[in-house]
């Protein structure tokens, strides 16, 4: 009896809080779920230069290169360069629709890309390096649309970007990501000799990477 009176006794006190001990802590209140973000996909011939315009936007969260709208599953740069694979050099764009709309993303789009080249970016050629907007839903695809044909009512030549339904988008190999952060000059270089800025002043004027309006550019003096 002595010893089931003890075990009791022992139980009870392993259940009463030690004398001078801090109450037990409050559990935290649960976090606040991290705000709604959005995807926007785009091709504008090579990743590389695709990437800045977007990053340097306030509001956007991240920017990946990689390859996306063929069939091929997990390409390699190799496999997309040899463009075999249906895959275009893209970027996916991961943003805060309450920080950035998607139709500011669709502005520094246009403003990045030769919008009447079919099938190849300046001095890229290939069905890999063609423009489009993958759209990820109803809204994206009215928008994108809507922003296609007021570029057009700007220019004569008919534009040539697509704009395809997203499909699964596979990031490009490490070395790819922030390519103008690792390799700045070698970026600069591919850049220039590429032509890309000279063409984008042809066709945008100075607008920069912002996006900002239109201006047609002064006839050249022959």
């Known amino acids: 009896m ?38 926007a996909t785009f091709a ?16 956007v969260i991240k920017v990946v290169s990689g390859y996306t709208g063929g069939s091929k599953a997990k390409p390699t740069y190799e496999q997309v360069s040899s463009g075999t ?62 922003s296609k044909a007021e570029i057009q009512k700007r220019f004569k030549p008919p534009i040539q970007t697509e704009i395809d339904p997203a499909s699964t988008f596979w990031p490009a190999e490490e070395y790819h990501q922030d390519y103008y952060k690792k390799s700045s000059l070698s970026y600069r270089f591919y850049r220039a000799s590429c032509g890309r800025d000279h063409r984008l002043e042809e066709i945008w004027g100075k607008s920069g990477e912002q996006g900002r309006p239109y201006e047609k550019p002064a006839p050249r003096r022959r």
């Not at 022992?10 to 209140?29: K, M």
């Not at 504008?44 to 509001?59: A, E, K, S, T």
């Not at 893209?90 to 669709?106: F, G, T």
């Open 44 to 59: 504008g011939g090579c990743f590389w230069c695709m990437v800045h315009p977007f990053d340097q936007l306030p509001g």
């Open 85 to 146: 694979t249906g895959h275009a050099e893209a970027v996916d764009v991961v943003y805060d629709p309450a920080k950035i709309s998607y139709e500011k993303l669709l502005d520094v789009f246009w403003h990045n890309v030769d919008p009447f080249a079919k099938n190849y970016q300046f001095c890229d050629h290939g069905t890999q390096y063609r423009s489009a907007i993958f759209v990820h839903d109803d809204a994206q695809k009215r928008l994108a649309e809507a």
């Open 2 to 39: 002595r010893w089931k009176l003890i075990l009791a006794a022992a139980l009870l006190l392993a259940a009463l809080p030690a004398f001078g001990a801090e109450p037990a802590a409050v559990p935290a209140a649960v976090p606040a779920a991290p705000a709604a973000t959005a995807h």
